[in-house]
């Protein structure tokens, strides 16, 4: 049987392997398909070891047909972003100087999907080490976004949302360390969550900025996204920051109860410094229409305030790249990685494999972050941006005293074209809508709500819970897109 798999979900693609009605190698073999069709446009992997894929996919037949699968998800693919370790495959972080690197282990996150039958497909293009928001820091190829080639995906998990887009893959795993999970599922017209910090085990994610980076998932759906949730969240012992709690309680459980309810009774903030601030016309009538939607559903909206939002992109910019200059010191090419050949001595090696290997957005940052970090400036950088933290934390902490979730943009605008933002500063002010909540630790949704009325370019919608609200941020979001006007959020490629 040949399947199509442009639009399908985890949980259809679980009903036909349940039914009996397509095998896991016909599954995946119909994923290898779409990416041989579309990648060439796309350039959404890195990798896709076709050979490893399909071995995988017979054994989960095997044990289906034994009646004993691992879960009712075994023999479904999901799409690994690059910073994430799978044993025996290679993990570049879209990087020169990790070229060679090729995994000994599973990341935990790997593991847990595995052991649910999951079966990793591929590595999925970023930004290098996670810095950036369009992917175009990728040392290795330009992704574009599948509703029109000539456009960023977003970043840094832009190969996930793009591939999901695409049809390449129903899920796939990204990273948020500011946004890089939301926004690109924003640009993509897909579904990106990050989770609370701590929620979700780091151990075997390639570090970024460790006290903000988050795993999370990007599907097509809220369902989708909540089984994978279900499947990778929890605690971790080989993370010394993985919160205590066992799971995420039951999240597809939540959604599907959820899904035909109202919102009665749900009171939602609205951030005035979210609305103040520019964004296109378009990302405003999206989320008004959403408003507007939630409203008919019977959710009540009241105004609130994060008074220290203008402190967040400054913030966020002195401590993930303090964080990022010490975690990325790592790679010198000494125990694993690209090494400079020409070197002649010990300096040389470090230099020249530094040089040579990182790209110029990771300089910039080990720069940024060395300097901040240098005696002399710490007190007046670093040590002022983890105060002014506690301060950003602290008025989520008052507005989730008025109010139960929170709604924002994700994004200033809609996807820009490829090369539109050539100044750095450009590119960090717009975060401006995501950052905030790594720095809090607070968990946060990204919805597709419309279309753009002039670019047809999709709209995401940021839902906001405080910590380990998962099962509410998933309710109202699965309440929300299943009411939402626009219903099809598919790019005709
Ligand atoms: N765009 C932000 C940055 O460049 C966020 C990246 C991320 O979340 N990994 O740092």
Not at 278 to 291: D, L, N, R, T, Y
Request: net charge neutral.
């Amino acid at each position: 049987m040949s399947i199509e798999v442009k639009t399908l979900t985890v949980a259809e693609a679980a009903a036909l392997l349940a039914a009996g009605k397509v095998t896991a190698a016909q599954l995946c073999r119909a994923y290898l398909d779409r990416v041989q069709t579309v990648d060439g446009s796309v350039k959404a992997f890195l990798k896709c070891d076709a050979e490893r894929i399909m071995a995988a996919a017979e054994a989960a037949d095997q044990r289906r047909a034994a009646g004993t699968p691992r879960s009712p998800y075994d023999g479904i693919p999901v799409g690994i972003k690059d910073c994430i370790v799978t044993a025996g495959e290679t993990c570049s972080c879209a990087s020169k100087i990790l070229a060679p690197v090729v995994s000994p282990y599973d990341a935990t996150v790997v593991a847990r999907l595995k052991a649910a039958g999951f079966i990793p497909m591929g590595r999925l293009n970023m930004d290098e080490f996670a810095m950036g928001s369009s992917t175009e820091n990728s040392a290795y190829q330009r992704t574009a976004n599948p509703w029109d080639i000539t456009r960023v995906p977003g970043g840094s998990s832009g190969g996930s949302a793009a591939a999901v887009a695409a049809g390449e893959v129903a899920v796939a795993l990204g990273s948020d360390t500011g946004g890089s999970i939301r926004q690109p599922a924003a640009f993509c017209g897909v579904v990106g969550v990050k989770p609370t910090y701590g929620r979700v085990s780091r151990y075997g994610l390639v570090a970024f900025a460790s006290s903000l980076d988050q795993i999370g998932p990007l599907a097509h759906t809220v369902e989708d996204a909540a089984i994978i949730l279900d499947t990778i969240g929890g605690h971790d012992p080989r993370d010394c920051t993985s919160l205590p709690e066992p799971d995420c309680g039951g999240l597809a459980a939540a959604v599907a109860a959820a899904r035909n309810g109202d919102l009665k009774g749900v009171k939602i903030g609205l951030p005035e410094e979210y609305f103040a601030s520019e964004s296109s016309a378009g990302v405003k009538a999206g989320v008004e229409a959403a408003i507007a939607v939630m409203k008919e559903l019977g959710a009540e909206f009241v105004s609130v305030s994060l008074p220290h939002t203008k402190y967040a992109v400054a913030t966020y910019y002195i401590i993930a790249t303090a964080e990022a200059s010490t975690n990325l010191a790592r790679f010198d090419g000494i125990r694993y990685g690209a090494r400079d050949q020409e070197a002649q001595d010990l300096t040389e090696v470090y230099f020249k494999t530094r040089g040579h290997g990182f790209g110029d957005e990771v300089k910039r940052r080990i720069i940024l972050g060395t300097y901040v970090l240098s005696s002399g400036y710490y007190d007046a950088f670093y040590l002022r941006a983890q105060k002014v933290r506690t301060l950003i934390r602290r008025d989520f902490e008052a507005a989730f005293r008025q109010c139960d979730l929170l709604l924002t943009p994700v994004t200033p605008t809609t996807a820009f074209r490829f090369g539109e933002k050539k100044d750095p500063l450009q590119m960090y002010l717009a975060d401006i809508y995501t950052i905030a909540l790594n720095l809090s630790g607070n968990c946060g949704i990204s919805i597709p709500a419309a279309l753009e009325a002039d670019s047809g370019m999709p709209v995401g919608i940021q839902l906001i819970g405080p910590a380990l609200a998962e099962k509410q941020l998933f309710a109202v979001a699965a309440r929300f897109e299943q009411a939402r006007k626009e219903q099809v959020f598919t790019p005709a490629l």
